[in-house]
T-cell receptor, first 115, second 113 residues
Framework: EPEVTQTPSHQVTQMGQEVILRCVPI?????FYWYRQILGQKVEFLVS????????KSEIFDDQFSVERPDGSNFTLKIRSTKLEDSAMYFC?????????????FGPGTRLTVL | AQSVTQLGSHVSVSEGALVLLRCNYS??????LFWYVQYPNQGLQLLLK??????LVKGINGFEAEFKKSETSFHLTKPSAHMSDAAEYFC???????????FGTGTRLTIIP
């Protein structure tokens, strides 16, 4: 069964360092998302991506964040200069079509710890 | 703006007992409603969803949920809990024309043998 994969499962970094979180969406999906969950808080939407451009982003997704689909399979989230408050679980998701009721398939997440 | 409230961050039930996980939503337009489950070290998996039509929705693993517009609720139930149901459960909503999911804070379900 196809699934969304994410690497690494856990990333530890120093404050101010750049990190890249990687995701491989399901191969025939066209819409891609990043969400994050700070420990004990809600899962929050960060950004959606379609046709090689951002379609929507939240206020959390400031200039320190960027997304890219560098090839036909990977979808990455980059944080340029990490802050302590970026420590969270980051989930990638993908879906096949652009209807709000279509299922988003989630990866297992990357736990980012900023020291 | 959409929002989702899940009452009870932790719920414990005995094996074989009824599972009831509560979800209330706030939305200015008819919502689409979802329940996702997360098992340890795994991603979020869709249990069931409500879009339109029948208000009682059946999902995987014996779970079901009922959309009640008058109560703005979408509670998740299962008649008889199994040990394998232990997981974190998330309620989420989306709207036509607004594809992002808005999640509740999650409910951790523990099954007591």
């Amino acid at each position: 069964e196809p699934e969304v994969t994410q690497t690494p499962s856990h990333q530890v970094t120093q404050m101010g360092q750049e990190v890249i979180l990687r995701c491989v969406p399901i191969s025939n999906h066209l819409y891609f998302y990043w969400y994050r969950q700070i420990l004990g808080q809600k899962v929050e939407f960060l950004v959606s991506f379609y046709n090689n451009e951002i379609s929507e982003k939240s206020e959390i997704f400031d200039d320190q964040f960027s997304v890219e689909r560098p090839d036909g399979s990977n979808f990455t989230l980059k944080i340029r200069s990490t802050k302590l408050e970026d420590s969270a679980m980051y989930f990638c998701a993908s879906k096949i079509r652009d209807r709000a009721y279509n299922e988003q398939f989630f990866g297992p997440g990357t736990r980012l710890t900023v020291l | 703006a959409q929002s989702v409230t899940q009452l009870g961050s932790h719920v414990s039930v005995s094996e074989g007992a009824l599972v009831l996980l509560r979800c209330n939503y706030s939305s200015s337009v008819p919502p689409y409603l979802f329940w996702y489950v997360q098992y340890p070290n795994q991603g979020l998996q869709l249990l069931l969803k409500y879009t339109t039509g029948a208000t009682l929705v059946k999902g995987i693993n014996g779970f079901e949920a009922e959309f009640k517009k008058s109560e703005t609720s979408f509670h998740l139930t299962k008649p008889s809990a199994h040990m394998s149901d232990a997981a974190e459960y998330f309620c989420a909503t989306a709207n036509f024309g607004n594809e992002k999911l808005t999640f509740g804070t999650g409910t951790r379900l523990t099954i007591i043998p």
